[in-house]
């Protein structure tokens, strides 16, 4: 008889998009996403991080401040990442985990690159107007969102 107490693929694959998160340097948000094929295979990660080849120790965490002096125009998104990161063709009926619901910036490249469902886990950011305007556009395409349903079991990792 087979074993019945195995993760869900949803647990899987959202405890994957929060390790990666843990790679993230920021002091303040740590996001991480997984993008999975329809047949479940892990084709990509991401974590929110500054870009290749800029210095993190020389470039702003800060939240507050004058623009150029805070992380915002710098800071590229884990759901970016992980789309970027994927050098396998297309991502046509994928699906992406993310710790966190997509801004509307990612949304644009999660609907231009063929995704076809988003599973997060927070939606702190539910009430403002970068999330409002990505469900909009993910509404109008007809891309798919939920939030991921956690489950009973405790998932410990022993590094």
């Known amino acids: 008889m087979k074993r019945q107490d195995y993760v869900s693929w949803d647990a899987y694959f959202m405890g ?8 993230s340097k920021d002091n303040n948000t740590q996001v991480g996403a997984c993008i999975v094929s329809p047949q479940n295979k892990i084709l990509s990660m991401g974590y929110n991080g500054m870009p290749t080849g800029c210095d993190d120790d020389r470039m702003p965490w800060e939240r507050r401040g004058t623009p150029l002096d805070t992380k915002y125009l710098y800071v590229c ?3 970016l ?3 970027l ?12 985990y993310t710790t966190l619901f997509p801004c509307n ?11 076809a469902e988003v599973i997060y886990y927070s939606d702190k950011y539910a009430d403002t107007d970068s999330t409002i305007a990505a469900k909009r556009m993910l509404d ?9 349903q956690r ?9």
């Open 77 to 79: 998104h884990a759901e």
């Open 16 to 23: 994957v998009a929060m390790l990666s998160a843990e790679r």
């Open 140 to 148: 109008m395409v007809g891309i798919t969102y939920r939030q991921y």
């Open 81 to 83: 990442n992980a789309i």
């Open 105 to 115: 910036e990612c949304t644009k490249a999660i609907i231009q690159s063929g995704i």
């Open 85 to 96: 990161n994927y050098g396998g063709g297309s991502l046509k009926g994928a699906r992406i």
């Open 151 to 159: 489950e009973d079991k405790e998932l410990k990792l022993c590094l």
